[in-house]
Nanobody, 128 residues
Framework: QVQLVESGGGLVQAGGSLRLSCADS????????GGWFRQAPGKEREVAAA????????YYGDSVKGRFSISRDNAKNTVYLQMNSLKPEDTAVYYC?????????????????????WGQGTQVTVSS
């Protein structure tokens, strides 16, 4: 059973950095694709970044391109989101997501409804 636990959120000043981690404590076999999504107050959940199982394919939402970087360590069942040059508009609850797949290559998913498993979310607040 997939169980996703996020960590690394917090309060940071504009221009600062944070690294989020998403550990899957339940998966022992098979492949999955991963994603980070975010939801600001009063707004819809949106994709921040996504990554394939082998890590060779990544996708970034327009608002985070050039500032955020997604990566993964499959030996640790963990997906990371490095967030640099943070802006107040990055303030949101960040959710990691995972979707099992039969593909071990450069394949990823970008849409919310393509993911089955979600973490509980971690708050990121960027002060101006």
């Amino acid at each position: 059973q997939v169980q996703l636990v996020e960590s690394g959120g917090g309060l940071v000043q504009a221009g600062g950095s944070l690294r989020l981690s998403c550990a899957d404590s339940g998966r022992t076999v098979g492949y999955d694709v991963g994603g980070w999504f975010r939801q600001a107050p009063g707004k819809e959940r949106e994709v921040a970044a996504a990554i394939s199982w082998n890590g060779r394919s990544t996708y970034y939402g327009d608002s985070v391109k050039g500032r955020f970087s997604i990566s993964r360590d499959n030996a640790k069942n963990t997906v990371y989101l490095q967030m640099n040059s943070l802006k107040p508009e990055d303030t949101a609850v960040y959710y990691c997501a995972a979707q099992p797949t039969t593909y071990s290559g450069a394949y990823l998913r970008r849409q919310i409804n393509e993911y089955t498993y979600w973490g509980q979310g971690t708050q990121v607040t960027v002060s101006s």
